[in-house]
């Protein structure tokens, strides 16, 4: 080839070469400006105006929870992608209510309860006075579900007026405890599951030594149920203007009353008095019109949704106070070793809140929030002992217990100056428990397998499951735990004034309600939060209505301007989308159980001692 050629050749492809690389970086400059003017945007963006005389639509999903579970960054991202959010906080509820009751441009609240699947009484009962608070400032209630379970209509019943689909039903079954019992099954396989537990109420462990419920625990059962039961028929008779008899009797004979009414569950609960309209959505979207008006666009009524009204009011987020206030750490879920995300209660992690707490001056009293049935004992211990040294350096600690505070969540609330519970609270429980399970014999016969091997002591493999438990070990492990509830009853003798017969008779594993606990003097007063905190601000002389500062995870700012970002950006995402909850549904009884059974699987004490209570509440 010529030299000139191919010189030109070369100059072209390096012209060429040259024009591309402009090009990509043409390109992603442009990608860049146009993200970066994105994010500027979404940043800067002025958030939700409330429209006025609008209504507060309140549509929780899922459970309603003292606190949410998992990183928060990444519920913000599982928004934004349409999945699923299964928990609301009670907070943000009690917290919205609060706000529209004195906001003049909310005309009216809607609470879509379709979607509503589980809450506490206790949160049930806060929600429920709030929701009265929002009627007593004149403004309408109207609520809604294609079905009511048990915890939606208590809700609903605090409405003025209450909408139920033509197809839908309202079930209300009251409350049970029922678990599954392993003894046969694990006899069958020869499965060995060692127990080793203090008190015959201790109920955890008997599906690995029965059948069937014993009559300790049915008798500790049926006396709390029936207490719940109560408050709920109570509070819902009082709502509905009618007697908790006649409530009674309409479920008793339900099966009478469906018959009769040919089958038609709606037409049933709109003849019991349970439910005043049978709406069709294009009905209820009128009646709504009627109260607060068309939207701009018309394309419907008047609304605001919860997420757009915090935000717009500025209560998206927890207060931090400036200057002296009581700090409130949130001690909700099970109870387990080590560091642990919201949700769950860390050993390391709740007591470094309660350290930083303790440990900052501003802070001048501890609320101990506790919606836990608790777990593991030593994580519980390590949380105790830093209240006891907060108490111990003058700062008042207040417990406030949630709809339940079990065993390790009572463990941990005898490092107090006060306890309060609400009157449904479920409390007590005060064992201790471990199980060892071993299943040498199944692999032996069923597989072939035998497991051998030697060892510099006994110990090196006595507790394997798949050889059999050395007794020596069992002895031990019977002492660790007679050790631990001897350690128990200390606890709650010394923080109560009671000696040590006395907490033992009341102890055993045997559950209380609230106000059960304060007459056996548990709990020294009933009452919610608020009240947990009006009394450590007394305590810690910061008048009735002090400052609040929330112990949180602190987040860094990147992490907390991702989350800013996202969230703002999922303002314009399509709401998740997550199915309505059934109450008939044969997947909520699978779900329970394997809630139940995960629950055991991630108890993590390291001695095996296990302060938890399986008082899961169906209904």
Known sequence: MEPTRRSRIVRSARA???????????????????????????????????????????APAGAIVEQLSGDPTQRVLDRLAGRAVAEVRAGDLLAALRAARDDGRIAALLLDLSRLDRAGMSKLR?????????????????????????????????????????????????????????????DKYEIEAHVFRVGEFKSAVEPYLRDDVSPEARESYLDVLGALWSSYLEGVAAARGTTPERIAETIDRMDERLAAAGGDAAKLALDAGLVDH????????????????????????????????????????????????VGVVVAAGTILDGSQPPGAVGGDSTAELVRRAREDDSVRALVLRVDSP??????????????????????????????????????????????????????????????????????????????????????????????????????MIQRLIDRGYEDFLERVGEARGLER?????????????????????????????????????????????????WIEAEEDFSDRLARRLFETAARFAPPPRVAPARPLAPAARVHALLRELEALAELDDPRGLLAHCFCEVDG
């Open 16 to 58: 060429l070469a040259r024009g591309v690389d402009l090009a990509r970086r043409l390109t992603v400059n442009l990608i860049f400006l146009l993200l970066l003017a994105l994010a500027a945007g979404l940043l800067l963006d002025s958030g939700p105006d409330v429209p006025k005389g609008a209504a507060l639509v309140l």
């Open 126 to 186: 806060d929600l429920a006075s709030a929701i009265e608070e929002v009627r007593g400032a004149g403004k309408r209630v109207v609520a809604t579900a294609d079905s009511y379970g048990q915890a939606a209509y208590y809700l609903a019943a605090h409405a003025d007026e209450i909408h139920l689909s033509p197809e839908g039903l309202v079930l209300l079954q009251g409350f049970g405890i029922y678990r599954p019992y392993f003894k046969e099954g694990l």
């Open 278 to 325: 049978l709406s069709h959505p294009d009905q209820l979207r009128a009646r709504l019109v009627e109260l607060v008006g068309e939207e701009e666009k018309g394309e419907g009524y008047r609304r605001i949704g919860l997420a757009d009204y915090l935000e717009a009011r500025g209560l998206d987020e927890r207060p931090r106070a400036e200057g002296e206030a």
């Open 374 to 475: 608790g777990g593991s004992a030593f994580a519980s211990e390590r949380i105790r002992r830093e209240l006891a040294v907060a108490r111990e350096q003058g700062k008042p600690v207040v417990v406030s217990m949630g709809s339940v505070a079990a065993s390790g969540g009572y463990w941990i609330a005898t490092a107090s100056d006060r306890i309060f519970a609400d009157p449904t609270t479920i409390t007590g429980s005060i064992g201790i428990f471990g199980v060892i399970p071993t299943f040498q014999k199944p692999l032996a016969r069923y597989l072939g397998v035998h497991v051998d091997g030697v060892g510099t002591t006994w110990l090196a493999g006595a507790a394997r499951p798949d050889r059999a438990l050395d007794p020596r070990l069992g002895a």
């Open 501 to 549: 017969d006395a907490v033992d008779r009341i102890a055993r594993g045997r559950i209380w309600t609230g106000a059960q606990a304060q007459r056996l003097g548990l709990v020294d007063e009933l009452g919610g939060l608020e009240a947990a905190i009006a009394a450590a601000g007394r305590l810690a002389e910061l008048g009735e209505d002090p400052s609040v500062t």
